[in-house]
T-cell receptor, first 112, second 112 residues
Framework: DVKVTQSSRYLVKRTGEKVFLECVQD?????MFWYRQDPGLGLRLIYF???????EKGDIPEGYSVSREKKERFSLILESASTNQTSMYLC???????????FGQGTRLTVV | QQQVKQSPQSLIVQKGGISIINCAYE??????FPWYQQFPGKGPALLIA?????SEKKEGRFTISFNKSAKQFSLHIMDSQPGDSATYFC???????????FGSGTRLSIRP
């Protein structure tokens, strides 16, 4: 059974903290994505990676960075967490842009 | 323009009725149009997808209708069931980029 695993389901952090969200996939997929999901705004792309150590900005990259040192792992970093980054974060992977994207269960991050 | 516009934001349908969700896009380079279904507490999962060389694709009770000239596509759920109650996202992607752009989502409720 294919799987995308996010390290935490729920996370509470303080304003100004550096936050790491980890995602691991076991399907040997080239592409990995980070989205945030907010009511009424759908899934907004933060960053994606199409190869190890390769990354591209999505639609809302401000305040975030990413790291992909190994093919199976894609990390999202909040450099200095702010309350407006309170959201559900979803990681996904896919073989190509034309194949199914598999999602993790999400990390609900609250910044206080 | 990368945006994919989805409507309605929410939809209530009687059991046995037809649920219709619409999406429109701007970028004519898009060449893959999937629909994802998300249940509470879960990540989105692929439901059905279409490429622009066909005008319709049907899988069971789910049908995508695609109008290339109007740059619109829609999801039809026939004989809607309470188990179909979920959030639905349309999406689009294209060959020269790995990223997948999602619509804002539709919360569908099927009344028994």
């Amino acid at each position: 059974d294919v799987k995308v695993t996010q390290s935490s389901r729920y996370l509470v952090k303080r304003t100004g903290e550096k936050v790491f969200l980890e995602c691991v996939q076991d399907m040997d997929h080239e592409n990995m994505f980070w989205y945030r999901q907010d009511p009424g705004l759908g899934l907004r792309l933060i960053y994606f990676s199409y190869d190890v150590k390769m990354k591209e900005k999505g639609d809302i990259p401000e305040g975030y960075s990413v790291s992909r040192e190994k093919k199976e792992r894609f990390s999202l970093i909040l450099e200095s967490a702010s309350t407006n980054q309170t959201s559900m974060y979803l990681c996904a992977s896919s073989e190509t842009a034309h194949t199914e994207a598999f999602f993790g269960q999400g990390t609900r991050l609250t910044v206080v | 323009q990368q945006q994919v516009k989805q409507s309605p934001q929410s939809l209530i349908v009687q059991k046995g009725g037809i649920s219709i969700i619409n999406c429109a896009y701007e970028n004519t380079a898009f060449d893959y149009f999937p629909w994802y279904q998300q249940f509470p507490g879960k990540g989105p999962a692929l439901l059905i997808a279409i490429r622009p060389d066909v005008s319709e694709k049907k899988e069971g009770r789910f049908t995508i209708s695609f109008n290339k000239s109007a740059k619109q596509f829609s999801l039809h759920i026939m004989d809607s069931q309470p188990g179909d109650s979920a959030t639905y996202f349309c999406a689009a992607s294209y060959s020269s980029a790995s990223k997948i752009i999602f619509g804002s989502g539709t919360r569908l409720s099927i009344r028994p």
